[in-house]
Every structure is written in structure tokens, then in C-alpha cells.
């Protein structure tokens, strides 16, 4: 096993289409856990494989407590089949080093994949969990799509990717989501705890 050397953002592998896995072969379980002790080595929250140069439909998470045991969750070629309600979701991304910005995501998912034996698998995650938005944010990874993406405010996003030396939002990409952005601000009015909760999650991660 070993870690690999992260992409940054700017490079064109993290904008491509990436593919299906046709077998969950012993090269590819070799890979996911390369990508596992890369995503730990840099204390990520998830992993998806442009971002370690392979254009594949593989991703990984461990959104438990980085002090008790891992708990890693391999997804290979997963399908996001259910999302619903609307998050502020403040990110960064290992592909970014240091920089975080607000986004949009979904409150609620349920996504199928297959684990790393191959057989498949349906997880859910609610009220813009730590889950939820890593499910959302590495599958975009598979996409070619990145979380600046949907950022909700392009200009303090580019002060931030500007303050780290990375390339500014690329205008073209962002995604359009009034809608989302409505449910937002609905969301937020009828669930105050979710926002309080993550206000609190993230003054936990500041300290
Ligand atoms: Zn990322």
C-alpha cells in the first residue's frame, strides 16, 4: 500500500468524464486501498480517483471521529438515486489545498455503489450530514465536476482561491441552482438546529 501524490486543481484530469469499473479485480482493490491511505495521510474526509490521476468511478469516505478507529466506506461505480431539501455546505477539497468556500448541496441522499468485494450496496444520509455532502462533493469528482462549481458566491470564492494561488472559478462550469439556492434559504428557516449544528461542526474544525 501506498500514498499517492494528490491533483491539484488546474490540472484537466479532475474536469473528465470518468469510467465504470468492469471488475472489481485484485488491482483495483490494490487501488482503493492506495487511495484510502492516501486520503488518511492528508486527513481528508474523501477521496475520489481523478484526484490520484485515474479517470475511474471509484470514490472513498471516513466521516468518523478522526480520533477513534477508521471507518472507511468504498464506493465503485456509484448512482446517486434519491436527493432532496437544500444545505449550505462550507468545503474545501484535497485537490484545493486550504481553501474552503460556501456551496450548494442537498440535504438528504441515498446513493447505491458496490463495496470493495463487489457487491452492492444502498446508504443513506440526512440533514446535510458530514455524510451527505462528502457523498455529493466526490461524486461531482466523477463527473468532472468540482465544488467551486456550485459555489453560492463566485467572487468571494475567487478571493480565496486567489489568496492559495489556485486558478479562479471557471464562469462556464458554475452551475445554475436558483432553485436550490431558494431551498436554501427556505430550508435553513425551517430546520434552525441543522444550521446551528453545522455552525457548530465547523467552529470544531476551525479550533
Ligand atoms: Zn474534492
Given at each position: ?198 455552525k457548530k461542526e465547523l467552529e470544531e474544525t476551525e479550533n
Open positions: 500500500m501506498s500514498i499517492l501524490k494528490i491533483i491539484e486543481y488546474g490540472n484537466p484530469i479532475l474536469r473528465k468524464q470518468t469510467k465504470e469499473v468492469s471488475k472489481v479485480s485484485k488491482k483495483i482493490k490494490n487501488l482503493v486501498y492506495d487511495m484510502l491511505d492516501t486520503m488518511y495521510a492528508s486527513n481528508g474526509v474523501g477521496l475520489a480517483a481523478p484526484q490520484i490521476g485515474e479517470s475511474l468511478r471509484i470514490f472513498v469516505i471516513d466521516v468518523s471521529d478522526p480520533s477513534g478507529p477508521v471507518h472507511p466506506l468504498v464506493f465503485i461505480n456509484p448512482k446517486i438515486i434519491k436527493k432532496s431539501g437544500a444545505i449550505n455546505s462550507y468545503e474545501g477539497c484535497l485537490s484545493f489545498p486550504k481553501a474552503y468556500t460556501n456551496v450548494r448541496r442537498y440535504a438528504d441522499v441515498m446513493i447505491k455503489a458496490l463495496d470493495i468485494n463487489g457487491k452492492p450496496f444502498v446508504k443513506e444520509a440526512h440533514n446535510g450530514e458530514l455524510l451527505a455532502r462528502a457523498i455529493q462533493h466526490e461524486f461531482d469528482h466523477l463527473e468532472g465536476k468540482l465544488f467551486i462549481d456550485h459555489c453560492r458566491n463566485r467572487f468571494e470564492t475567487n478571493e480565496v482561491l486567489k489568496k492559495y494561488n489556485l486558478p479562479s472559478v471557471d464562469a462556464d462550469r458554475l452551475i445554475d441552482e436558483d432553485e436550490l439556492e431558494e431551498a436554501i434559504v427556505e430550508y435553513e428557516k425551517e430546520h434552525p438546529e441543522v444550521v446551528e449544528k453545522l
